[in-house]
């Protein structure tokens, strides 16, 4: 059909007009619907109210003020020993040094209040996305129906950009602190959703017998035998909650959330990268430490302690209470230790001006050529090509591949996928984007292979490695954008450049994890049979590890979608920069139109990779 | 929560009750919320204006929200007020969100908006004839990159601020080629790059605005703005096309609010129809921050405390 | 001993049918569906149309290869799974009658239950497991504690009630299943392959371990197993299962002796006789000649010697009671072990 394009009716090789449906309009009409006539919004405002409450209570006890309880605030001394004695307590001297070095570092460079409104956001987020995926896994896990409802939905959800969720939230609960607060839980419920229903599911089925012949009722069956035995699978799904939390510091800020990621933004439009970048630290800082204390309150074990005296009993309980009086104290002699504002702050700001200086004077003449040639001989080229593709022709490329990978339902999903994509009108600004997703995977992969590989040949390289993974996926992206538009000005290629530095993240990651469990006998057997290293790589490892890489590649699509509708900050001309003037305009249909092209243009490949992947790894004996 | 809703359905029973009138209208205890956008003047001005209000007596809440989703907003009365109505930027909004309803014009501030073409002061060496448009396009091979080439690049931006830059490209027949920047960080961040190297950049800017502190430059002058330059096409130098002109070099900067404001807090209105700020105390707002690297609150404070004859008629 | 006639529990015409439409397909076929009848239409009978009963203090000992209906069949008989159709009866009251509160008040007082993998709940000790059953009666703690603590002596593991079930060997797990199982003083007792996942000297032990306590506790117990020689060790008596039926229930000497069919017969045929055979089988009338007289339930194994070392000796052979009963057929007995 590509050959046949000069002969081929203008009907197939764009979307014709006549066929557009107008998807916007009707999501419109729905939405005025819930507003107008259902009065929905009577119903969401009050939900507003009390997440609200529930907010000021939280940032006055972190804040203090008049709102909430109208408590003071608590000195910053006494949250950092706490935090530190947490730390201890979940995981030794490190998570100690880690959850309490990180609120002094708050505290020290002045971003205290800043900090603590992040927090706040966090805080009551987190819960509240934990609790309402808990009850929708148990009830999925409980009712057939809602499982098979609730699955693609999830999907979706996972997929959409994160900007889709803002403009609902807007219309329906306002703007604000709370906004953000509720954006954040709709963002980071669907994880949760999955891993109860998965830790449910993997219940030995004689546990739960156990706990029936032990004559428990359901509802003891359910929080005293089900939950618990599902807990590791329950603190995954916690933990992936706050990382989706923090993920959404700096989003969130766009409907009102003050905080960090306001801050940020703020900087950034006055083009302070050094207190950009303090920030972006902070904000890593704190993900990192509520990562680590997840995991490590997942990962513990038990102790059994009730036949202790009473003071060895309770010592971490004593510690707090006497760490809590003696930095109370000490915060109420010296100011220093309660508050420190941002002008007494320490700042490294004026370390990374001269550095973003240096690159921008010293490399942009350098990367002219290689600009060049980029946007002439690869960028304008690969771009051309997806524009003129007739749109038929790759709808049936794309169901074809389905059919022959995944079978019936797997060509009939990506036909619907993209059928949607075609017929909501976007379909030129969607080959925009799947030109730019196409260039930056395709870097991400090359590269991201190459680090991995490097990085998995020894164990400590390999753990530095996946702690540098963890930081740069935390760090907030928005600030990439600022150095590589001064490298590479406002086109493609920062867009580009900006997608790659994130979405490498999970090639190299899953790469690594996929080299480093290749099963040791495995290994010994293929270096019994005289394989030097580079022939064990080829040999053993790649393909063995292959099926997981093309995890992380699926990954590396996901993030790199969630990327380019950021990117669209630097300039570009795809589905994000609509999504953003659907935002400005409050046109929630369309917002969402183009939230879920996007998605689709996601879920199409991952659908493919992930039939490819759970076919591989059986036969290669893999699967579970 | 619940005693505030409490108080606000006896605050609408005893309002009611008082008939429409509006002669015993009651201050309410709610705050006035006031939005923040992105960018330091309107922050540092929110401030004030909050701080003017919490002296006045009233409570004071600021939030952040989008400078264009915010009309939607004050319209539903989550936001009570806007102080920042570029006629530029977002006149478009606040006529829709009048329109529909909500939403009320409070009136101008003694200062007028500018949005057009810019460049830094150093351009003047590399072309000479700024900052006049004809002697611009006579230089625009210079501003090509390999993807305008042989033409010229205008960095534009976001589309969504609805520039029509590509018209007046069109209708002056300049050899220009308009790329879109996605936020007004992306325009400062090429502004940067470009003044460090002294590399020719023309693009969009507005005044007031940090940037006039930070960097020299001036604004291209295009024929001068008319009414009916933008729809009627007979109007200026190219009779058969409409845009051919610049951006009106007075544009209005507004004050705004919503509908339900001057019944609730009636002497809150009262201010906010007095309260007016030139262009010089704009950008001295803006300085205390992006220059001075003041926190907003910071130089809300230190701004009160410098113009005190300014904003004391306005509290009586 | 009256328990024989009334048995504690007894199922009818129990069927439990796996596939996509398992009441229609056994109505279809007024209650007597076929193995072709099932094939064709895509079910499985994994309890194909069982009667059973088992006495009061009588261990019935269910043996089967995987996929042969046993584990069904317990859990139809605990009512874990519902059954397709039958009747299960336990202590004169109908199983399926019961609503799910009813249901859960048999469970906590009637019935324990021992699983393969231990199914201990992770997060607790194994005093809070052992005691697990009583708190969800909603005894007080106290109570509770001094009860598992008892228990928990029974099972020999003193000493560890504050240990988490990943400290314990898989032994060690299984006895804190088996002391939770009767923490409530069941009546009647399922085993589902308890000893399966152990190792075999570990099971040998806790075999041995298992009849110590049935002595003393006289449960009426259903132990599940796949493994014959388990069987011949605890049985009273053996359900042979196979594809759902009950190849061949009785004795362990009459299903040595006397297999019913093929199958049976394969499992027989390499099983030490002299371990399964009593002297009672092989008595025939006569005076001993004055030497040392056996109880009938001896096994073989244990007088195998004095037989073989003497064989002209005529031992005579008495009834528990002591009630002469004739002498051993030493030609008999020898054909049987060795013919």
């Given at each position: 059909m590509m050959l046949a394009r000069p002969w081929l009716p203008d009907a197939l090789l764009r979307p014709p007009a006549v066929l557009l449906l107008p998807f916007a309009d009707w999501l419109n009409a729905f939405s005025d619907y819930l507003q107008n006539d259902l009065q929905l919004t009577i119903f969401t405002r009050a939900i507003a109210d009390v997440v609200q409450f529930i907010l000021d209570v939280v940032n006055n006890f972190l804040l203090g003020g008049r709102k909430g309880l109208g408590l003071p605030a608590v000195p910053w001394l006494t949250v950092a020993a706490l935090a530190g004695l947490l730390g201890y307590f979940l995981g030794g001297t490190r998570l100690a040094l880690l959850s309490g070095g990180t609120f002094t570092y708050l505290a020290l460079f002045g971003q205290w209040k800043l900090a603590m409104q992040t927090l706040a956001l966090v805080f009551v987020s987190a819960p509240a996305a934990v609790l309402i995926g808990l009850l929708l896994g148990i009830a999925a896990q409980r009712k057939r129906w809602l499982e098979v409802s609730i699955a693609p939905l999830l999907n979706i959800a996972q997929s959409l950009p994160h900007f889709s969720y803002l403009l609902p939230v807007v219309i329906f609960f306002g703007v604000g602190h709370h906004a953000g607060a509720i954006a954040t839980i709709i963002f980071a419920t669907p994880p949760m959703i999955r891993m109860t229903l998965l830790g449910l599911k993997r219940i030995q089925p004689e546990i739960i017998e156990a706990g029936r012949t032990s004559g428990c009722s359901p509802r003891q069956r359910l929080w005293l035998v089900e939950v618990p035995s599902a807990r590791q699978e329950i603190m995954v799904g916690i933990n992936q909650v706050i990382m989706q939390c923090l993920a959404m510091v700096v989003i969130a800020s766009f409907i009102g959330a003050p905080g960090l990621g306001y801050k940020l933004l703020l900087l950034l439009q006055s083009l302070r990268i050094g207190d950009a970048i303090e920030i972006g630290v902070s904000i890593v800082l704190i993900a990192i430490m509520l990562d680590r204390l997840t995991l490590a309150w997942a990962y513990r074990v038990p102790e059994y302690h009730g036949d202790e005296r009473f003071l060895v009993r309770h010592k971490y309980l004593l510690g707090a209470i006497a760490l809590a009086a003696v930095s109370i104290a000490i915060a109420a002699l010296e100011p220093y230790f309660y508050f420190i504002p941002r002008r007494e702050g320490l700042s490294t700001g004026f370390l990374w001006d001269p550095i973003v200086d240096w690159i921008t004077l010293n490399l942009f003449d350098p990367l002219q050529v290689f600009r060049h040639f980029v946007a002439l001989y690869i960028l304008i080229p690969v771009r051309d090509l997806y524009q003129w593709a007739p749109f038929s022709a790759v709808m049936l490329l794309y169901t074809g591949l389905g059919w022959c990978i995944g079978g019936r339902t797997c060509a009939l999903l990506i036909f619907s996928f993209l059928g949607f994509i075609a017929l909501s009108g976007w379909w030129d600004r969607a080959m925009i984007t799947a030109y730019m997703i196409t260039v930056a995977v395709s870097v991400c992969i090359v590269l991201g292979l190459t680090l991995g590989i490097w990085a998995s040949r020894s164990p400590s390289r390999a753990k530095r490695a996946l702690l540098l993974c963890d930081t740069f996926q935390t760090f907030p992206s928005f600030i990439y954008l600022i150095p590589v538009i001064m490298l590479f000005q406002v086109n493609d290629l920062s867009a580009i450049a900006a997608v790659t530095i994130y979405a490498m993240i999970p090639a190299v990651r899953y790469t690594i994890e996929g080299l480093r469990n290749v099963p040791v006998p495995l290994q010994e057997a293929v270096t019994s049979a005289g394989a030097n290293r580079l022939q064990r790589l080829v040999q053993l490892e790649l393909p063995l590890a292959l099926p997981h890489i093309m995890v992380g590649i699926n990954q590396t699509v996901m993030f790199s979608l969630f990327m380019v509708v950021i990117a669209a900050f630097i300039g570009t001309q795809d589905l994000g920069q609509e999504m953003m003037r659907a935002l400005s305009f409050n046109d929630l249909g369309k917002g969402l139109v183009l939230g879920f092209c996007v998605a689709f243009l996601g879920l199409t490949i991952d659908q493919l990779v992930s039939h490819w992947e759970r076919r591989r790894k059986r036969e290669l004996g893999l699967a579970e | 929560m619940l005693s505030k809703t409490i108080k606000t359905f006896t605050a609408l029973v005893a309002m009611s009750a008082l008939g429409a009138t509006g002669a015993f209208a009651q201050e309410s205890d709610d705050p006035i919320i006031i939005p923040t956008h992105n960018w330091n003047s309107q922050i540092v001005m929110s401030h004030v204006v909050g701080k003017l209000l919490e002296r006045a007596g009233y409570n004071v809440e600021y939030t952040p929200t989008d400078s264009q989703a915010v009309y939607e907003s004050v319209r539903l009365g989550d936001?009570?007020?806007?102080?920042e109505v570029w006629e530029g930027a977002f006149g478009q909004s606040f006529n829709a969100a009048l329109k529909k309803g909500g939403i009320v014009d409070v009136g101008d501030h003694n200062a007028v908006t500018r949005e057009d073409w810019w460049y830094p002061a150093y351009m003047e060496e590399l072309c000479?004839?700024?900052?006049?448009w004809q002697a611009l396009n006579r230089c625009a091979s210079q501003f090509a990159t390999p993807e305008t080439s042989p033409k010229g690049r205008f960095l534009a931006g976001p589309v969504d601020w609805l520039k029509h830059d590509q018209e007046r490209v069109d209708a002056l027949g300049m050899d220009f080629i308009v790329v879109n920047a996605g936020s007004a960080s992306a325009l400062w961040a090429e502004l940067e790059s470009a003044s460090k190297r002294r590399a020719p950049i023309v693009l969009f800017n507005w005044t007031p605005n940090f940037i006039e502190a930070v960097y020299e430059g001036k604004f291209i002058e295009f024929p001068e703005y008319g009414k009916g330059c933008k729809d009627d096409p007979a109007w200026g130098p190219n009779k058969e096309e409409t845009h051919d002109c610049g951006n009106p070099a007075n544009g209005y900067l507004k004050k705004a609010a919503w509908d339900g404001m001057e019944a609730k807090w009636p002497g809150a209105y009262r201010i906010l129809e007095k309260l007016s700020f030139t262009n010089p105390q704009i950008a001295k707002m803006a300085a205390l921050v992006d220059?001075?690297?003041?926190e907003p609150e910071e130089a809300a404070d230190v701004w009160l405390d410098e113009n005190e004859q300014v904003w004391k008629s306005w509290l009586q | 001993m009256d328990g024989k006639t009334s048995g504690v529990i007894r199922c009818e015409s129990l069927w439990k049918i796996y596939g996509p439409d398992p009441g229609g397909i056994f109505r279809k076929h007024d209650g007597a569906p076929s193995d072709e009848a099932l094939k064709e239409s895509g079910h499985i009978a994994a309890v194909n149309n069982i009667s059973l009963e088992i006495s009061r203090g009588e261990m019935l000992v269910v043996m089967g290869l995987s996929g042969s209906g046993k584990s069904t069949l317990v859990r139809c008989l605990s009512r874990l799974v519902e059954s397709t159709a039958g009747r299960v009866e336990m202590d004169g009251q109908d199983l399926f009658a019961l609503d799910e509160k009813e249901l859960i008040e048999l469970w906590r007082h009637k019935m324990g239950m021992v699983f393969q993998h231990f199914a201990l709940l992770p997060h607790k000790t194994v005093l809070e497991n052992v005691a697990f059953p009583l708190q969800m009666q909603g005894i007080t703690p106290d109570v509770r504690r001094a009860k598992a603590l008892e228990m928990i002596e029974l099972v020999g593991l003193s000493g560890r009630e504050n240990y988490f079930p990943r400290e314990l060997s898989g032994g060690q797990q299984q006895r804190v299943g088996i002391a939770r199982s009767l923490a409530v003083d069941p009546g009647i007792w399922f085993l589902d392959e308890p000893f399966s996942a152990l190792d075999p000297l570990i099971r040998r032990e806790m075999q041995d371990e298992f009849l110590r306590l049935q002595e003393m506790l006289k449960k009426s117990i259903v132990f599940i197993t796949h493994d014959f020689d388990e069987a011949l060790r605890l049985a009273d008596r053996i359900a042979i299962l196979y594809h759902g039926k009950v190849e061949q229930i009785g004795t362990p000497e009459e299903i040595v002796m006397n297999p019913a069919t093929d199958y049976v017969a394969r499992f027989t045929s390499e099983v030490p006789r002299a371990r399964v055979l009593t002297v009672g089988s092989f008595v025939v009338a006569g005076e001993g000649d004055g030497v040392e007289p056996v109880a009938?339930?001896?096994?073989?194994a244990s007088i195998l010697r004095r037989i073989v070392l003497s064989p002209d000796a005529r031992i005579p052979v008495v009834e528990d009671n002591g009630r002469h009963l004739g002498v051993i057929d030493r030609n008999a007995l020898l054909d049987a072990l060795f013919g």
């Open positions: - | 936001v009570t007020l806007e102080l000479p004839g700024l900052p006049d220059v001075d690297e003041l | 009938k339930d001896t096994p073989i």
